[in-house]
Structures are given as structure tokens and as C-alpha cells.
T-cell receptor
């Protein structure tokens, strides 16, 4: 158990819908990262928040957005869902926000299925 | 830009045999390198990481990896495979002011009895 929690574990929805994925980082960690894992794209970095502020952005679609709240939990919002958005979405957390040596601890993931 | 290439999407070994999973990286800055393992239906677990200290890094579950700058490699090894090692293994790189992890495509390890 990494200490990172993600809810829900599974999500099934229809095209065009909007969903929210939630992540609680390990106690004491200030950074939250979101990754998408799909069969064709592999594991891709989406976005990072550090202590409530956006720190880095990766291959995140404009239909997707995220935020980190004062209690440091984070939410990833996916809207106008398409079939291709079906994937496993991971949240990770780390203590710091600037060092490449920071170990990122991963949650169990949310499996999103868009029908 | 950084990238990782994992040679072999699927590696099969016999129980007790040597495990060798290959990873080559590309980075314009001194890299930090990581190996993660993903068991079926689970998240990623850190096996080990290289952060410019010792070039031979020991991790959990008997795994180790050696950083070879001249070969831009960070191969993962384990002397004797166990059935419980069957999983998917990911090599990742970060570095400089780039905090994100860039992952390889992964290598699925199968251990045969």
C-alpha cells in the first residue's frame, strides 16, 4: 500500500459525459501527478500540482482539467468523453515539487471505460 | 527532451534463471532513472532508483540495476527469478527541472515453472 488513495476504482460512462477522478496523496506529500495508461499510448504524464499550484503540464487534452485543493487532495475532470479516453488513470504523489530525485508513489488507479 | 526505450515487450524466463530487463535512455541533462513494477490490476511500485550516487543500485525483492553512462543504459537484473516476479516492469527517466517521469513502454515478465 503506497498511501495514495484514488476513487472510484472503476468508472463506466457514456460518450459526451463528464467525470471526476479523485486522489488523496500520502500524508506529508505536497505534489500530485496525474498519468494516463492506455494500451496504445503507454504511461503518459498529464499534469502536476505542487501545494495547490500547477507546476508542470504534459500531454493533457483541453477537455481535461485538474486542481489541487487546500487539503492537498486533487481532482482530475474529464469532459466530453470519447471512446479513446478509456484508460487507467493513475495519481502519484511526492514530498517535494522540484527535484527529479523525488520518488513518486502511485495510487491503485481508476479504470475509466467510455461506452 | 527525455525518452526511454525498453528492449523486448515480453521476456520469458524459467524459475531460478537470471532476469535481465533492458532499458536505454536519452536525456540532455544528467538523468535520474527509475524502475517500477506493476502487478496485475495494481498500481506501480518503485523497485529502485538511480540519483547519481552509486552506479550499482540495489532495490527491493532482490533486484538491482547498473547505470552505464557510456552505454546510456540502466538494465534491471535479478540473479534468480521467482514465480512472484511475474509482472510488468517499467523504466522511467526524469532530470533537471523536469519533474515528470517519462516511461518506457514496459516489459512483461513471465516466469515459467
Amino acid at each position: 500500500d503506497s498511501g495514495v488513495t484514488q476513487t472510484p476504482k472503476h468508472l463506466i460512462t457514456a460518450t459526451g459525459q463528464r467525470v471526476t477522478l479523485r486522489c488523496s496523496p500520502r500524508s506529508g506529500d505536497l505534489s500530485v501527478y496525474w498519468y494516463q495508461q492506455s494500451l496504445d499510448q503507454g504511461l503518459q504524464f498529464l499534469i502536476q500540482y505542487y501545494n495547490g499550484e500547477e507546476r508542470a503540464k504534459g500531454n493533457i487534452l483541453e477537455r481535461f482539467s485538474a486542481q489541487q485543493f487546500p487539503d492537498l487532495h486533487s481532482e482530475l475532470n474529464l469532459s466530453s468523453l470519447e471512446l479513446g479516453d478509456s484508460a487507467l488513470y493513475f495519481c502519484a504523489s511526492s514530498v517535494g515539487g522540484g527535484a527529479g530525485t523525488d520518488t513518486q508513489y502511485f495510487g491503485p488507479g481508476t479504470r475509466l471505460t467510455v461506452l | 527532451a527525455q525518452s526511454v526505450t525498453q528492449l523486448g515487450s515480453h521476456v520469458s524466463v524459467s524459475e531460478g534463471a537470471l532476469v535481465l530487463l533492458r532499458c536505454n535512455y536519452s536525456s540532455s541533462v544528467p538523468p535520474y532513472l527509475f524502475w517500477y513494477v506493476q502487478y496485475p490490476n495494481q498500481g506501480l511500485q518503485l523497485l529502485l532508483k538511480y540519483t547519481s550516487a552509486a552506479t550499482l543500485v540495489k532495490g527491493i525483492n532482490g533486484f538491482e540495476a547498473e547505470f552505464k553512462k557510456s552505454e546510456t543504459s540502466f538494465h534491471l537484473t535479478k540473479p534468480s527469478a521467482h514465480m512472484s516476479d511475474a509482472a510488468e516492469y517499467f523504466c522511467a527517466v526524469s532530470g533537471g527541472s523536469n519533474y515528470k517521469l517519462t516511461f518506457g513502454k514496459g516489459t512483461l515478465l513471465t516466469v515459467n515453472p
